[in-house]
């Protein structure tokens, strides 16, 4: 079998070498190349701007959490100025109910000195009438009676006297030791309370200053958030 040579004036040349082909070829190369380019700038830019809103919104539930802490805080010392206020409420009716019962106590002073006076009245009105009823009998022997009972009623007036006395004092010197007891626990009380008042604000208002700086840098990250966003807009418009 003979193999025929075609002329070369037949032969059709390959597209990669035709001009119009191989303009054609280059031109689209350079556009999936620039295509290729600008998606990965696009890919990067969207990759940057969701971390940046993802830092965003850690950034607000952070400054909320804050918020949320100040807030329990502030309510935590108004639940405590009030328990103060309960308090020395309490301290004033304690006061009160001393007094009232200091009164009272002076008041039955004041009824046990009259009863024991119309007691020993009548007791010399007593006496006066045995006195005289007994005065037929013989001298010596009512004198000795009257002394003896003279006595013994001394010894009787004595012994109650400083049974009052003891009762009184023992009750003065317990209530001045329950009094000095109310004081020292209120002033240690208001001196906790003060001081642990003190501790809170000043973490107050160092967590106040804080949450103002994280405030205004939430803003800086929300403005380069709206930055890069228009940066985005442009660069899908074209206007790079």
Known sequence: FTKTKMPANLISPLPSDRTEFSGKLLNAAHKQKH????????????????????????????????????LAMRRDNER???????????????????????????????RARAKNAEEMY??????????????????????NQLAEEYEQKKEKRAIVKKREDDIRLAREAERAKIER??????????????????????????????????????????????????ELENALNGDV
């Open 181 to 230: 007891k109310n004081e020292n626990e209120y002033l240690t009380r208001v001196k906790e309370k003060e001081l642990a008042t003190k501790k809170k604000e000043k973490q107050v208002a160092k967590m106040e200053k804080v949450e103002m700086q994280l405030i205004q840098k939430l803003k800086n990250t929300q403005q380069l958030q709206q930055r890069a966003f228009y």
């Open 122 to 143: 009548n007791r010399k009105r007593m006496d006066v009438q045995r006195v005289r009823q007994e005065r037929t009998m013989n001298r010596a022997e009512v004198r």
């Open 35 to 70: 295509a290729d380019q600008d998606a990965r700038l696009l890919e990067n830019r969207i990759a940057l701007l969701k971390k940046e809103e993802e830092r965003a919104w850690r950034k607000i539930q952070q400054t909320k959490k804050r918020a949320d802490e100040i």
């Open 80 to 110: 405590r100025i009030e328990q103060k206020q309960i308090m020395n409420q309490q301290v004033e009716r304690r006061e009160r109910e001393l007094a009232d019962e200091h009164l009272r106590m002076g008041e039955e002073a004041r």
